[in-house]
């Protein structure tokens, strides 16, 4: 059965490193976003804080859904022989390029170069809860995808990134 709490767990946190993809949902009262991640994007920086390096995309609908009313979850699942599922619930906070945060949340990413990440995002738990998982299917990793990370370096080079992130601040409606 499931159960509820208000931080994160050691293994919770054990559990949310290995897996290779994670889901973003939110909402500010259009349409509900769920949005995959992959990438080595999320750092747990204590049992209620996570940081979340967000690369520049076509749609922005978590942000502007954390500016409305900051509500986000994130879902972790296992799609190995031990099923679980986990639901971590979070206030977002943004924090955006070209200021003194973003370059200290960047230095928690030792890998990545700041000039082609759009903003992070740190998440503030203030609930977790885990639910069996028995009919996730089994699924095996075979790699990341490069693309995006390879056109985020593309528009840093050719310095249209930022301009590229100004335009797309509001999604596409609907």
């Known amino acids: 059965m499931g159960t509820q709490y208000k931080s994160l767990k050691a293994e919770d946190i054990e559990f949310i490193k290995e897996q290779k993809v994670f889901f973003v949902a939110s909402s500010s009262g259009k349409e509900v976003n769920l949005s995959p991640k992959g990438y080595e994007c999320l750092k ?18 978590t942000a502007r859904d954390i500016r409305d009313n900051g509500q986000v979850t994130l879902m972790f699942t296992s799609f190995t022989e031990t099923p679980k599922i986990l639901r971590i619930f979070c206030k977002g906070e943004l924090i955006e390029r070209h200021t003194k945060e973003f370059l200290d949340a960047a230095g928690s990413f030792k890998e990545t170069n700041p000039a082609v990440i759009r903003r992070f995002i740190r998440y503030r738990v203030y609930a977790v809860e885990t639910s069996c998982g028995q009919s996730v299917p089994y699924m095996q990793y075979s790699g990341e995808r490069d693309s995006l990370r390879n056109w985020a370096i593309k528009k840093s080079l050719d310095n249209t990134i930022d301009t590229y992130i100004k335009d797309h601040l509001e999604p596409p409606e609907l």
Do not use: E
């Not at 747990?44 to 609908?61: A, H, K, Q």
């Open 44 to 61: 747990i920086i204590d049992s209620s804080t996570m940081l979340y390096m967000d690369y520049p995309g076509s749609g922005d609908r």
